[in-house]
């Protein structure tokens, strides 16, 4: 299909449907990790989510609904060509582009925190009033990264530059230079070390206006997450995590994605198995 040519199908994430058309959420995985800064493999995340998806419920005891209620289609992976970076995030782009010019909701599946960038651009051409809320352990607000301006370590200040000030929200920020904090302060709304006891303030500042959601998994305590590229001590619990989404799901949501999960590093997948569950839910909810 015209718009989706950058896209390949290696494994379905359970209970998707097999017709676009019919279908309000679509789900495309994003296995890109050049920029990643310490220990690479985020870009097997989206293909093993999926696999390990068939050993979770369709049924969400959290919300009494099930994944046969909702029509959702897996469009499959974006095909990213290894060391060009600005091509496959205009392959992303212009992908989510696409979809949303079609009604679609977009749910992403990374790959490091890169690609939130296209997605959430092809979001706010849409919703020009956007907001972002950022589950994470880092800020994720330098203006470079070894000399990169486009980089995971760099992505939520590129999303400052469009969004505008005061309209990023970040929830569980442990981790950050000292310039990043000074430029928080000035620019976004972050809250230290805060996940849970942060959402009802949250929530009434954003009130109806459309608003994307991503979630770094590394916002997670490792001890909950341990297959993650930049594990950071401190951490909430994967409880908490999902108090934080149910509680969101009375938002205006209009896009979310899940990042840097990253397989060689879990243990009995416990992380991607996390990761299958967060998406269901959030399929479920948004």
């Given at each position: 299909?015209?718009?989706?040519?950058?896209?390949?199908?290696?494994a379905?994430?359970?209970?998707?449907?097999?017709?676009l058309?019919?279908?309000?959420?679509v789900?495309i995985g994003?296995?890109?990790?050049?920029?990643?800064?310490f220990?690479?493999?985020?870009r097997?995340?989206?293909y093993?989510?999926?696999e390990?998806?068939?050993?979770?419920?369709?049924?969400?005891v959290?919300?009494?609904?099930?994944?046969e209620?909702v029509?959702?289609?897996?469009a499959?992976?974006i095909?990213a060509p290894f060391?060009?970076?600005?091509?496959?995030?205009?392959?992303?782009?212009?992908?989510?582009?696409?979809?949303?010019?079609?009604?679609k909701?977009?749910?992403?599946?990374?790959?490091?925190?890169?690609?939130s960038?296209p997605?959430?651009?092809?979001?706010?051409?849409?919703?020009?009033?956007?907001?972002?809320i950022?589950?994470?352990?880092?800020a994720?607000?330098?203006?470079e990264?070894?000399?990169?301006?486009?980089?995971?370590?760099?992505?939520m200040?590129q999303v400052?530059?469009?969004?505008?000030?005061?309209r990023?929200f970040?929830?569980g920020i442990?981790?950050?230079?000292?310039d990043?904090?000074?430029?928080?302060?000035?620019n976004?709304?972050?809250?230290?070390?805060?996940?849970?006891?942060?959402?009802?303030?949250?929530?009434?500042?954003?009130?109806?206006?459309?608003?994307?959601?991503?979630v770094?998994?590394?916002?997670l305590d490792p001890?909950?997450?341990?297959?993650?590229?930049?594990p950071?001590g401190?951490g909430?619990?994967?409880r908490?995590?999902?108090?934080?989404?149910?509680?969101?799901g009375?938002?205006?949501?209009?896009?979310?994605?899940?990042?840097?999960?990253?397989?060689?590093?879990?243990?009995?997948?416990?992380?991607?198995?996390?990761g299958?569950?967060l998406?269901?839910?959030?399929?479920?909810l948004?």
């Open positions: 299909m015209p718009g989706l040519q950058h896209l390949e199908q290696k379905r994430f359970m209970a998707s449907t097999d017709r058309e019919d279908s309000d959420r789900l994003l296995p890109f990790d050049s920029t990643t800064s220990r690479p493999g985020t097997h995340a989206p093993r989510i999926r390990v998806s068939e050993g979770i419920e369709e049924y969400s959290y919300q009494d609904r099930s994944l209620e029509a959702f289609f897996d499959g992976d095909i060391g060009n970076v600005r091509e496959c995030l205009g392959r992303i782009e212009a992908t989510a582009a696409f979809l949303t010019g079609m009604g909701k977009v749910f992403g599946i990374g790959g490091e925190h890169l690609v960038l997605l959430i651009k092809a979001c706010h051409d849409v919703y020009s009033d956007l907001c972002v950022q589950f994470d352990a880092h994720d607000l330098r203006q990264y070894l000399g990169e301006e486009l980089s995971h370590a760099t992505v200040r400052v530059n469009f969004l505008g000030e005061g990023l970040q929830l442990r981790s950050g230079t000292r990043e904090f000074v430029f928080a302060k000035e976004t709304r972050l809250y230290r070390d805060e996940a849970l006891a942060a959402i009802p303030g949250v929530m009434e500042t954003i009130g109806q206006r459309p608003v994307y959601i991503t770094d998994i590394d916002v001890a909950y997450a341990p297959g993650t590229g930049t950071e401190g909430i619990s994967t908490e995590l999902l108090h934080c989404l149910h509680r969101l009375e938002l205006n949501v209009v896009g979310f994605d899940l990042v840097e999960i990253s397989p060689p590093y879990d243990s009995g997948d416990i992380t991607s198995i996390l299958a569950k998406l269901r839910e959030a399929l479920l948004y």
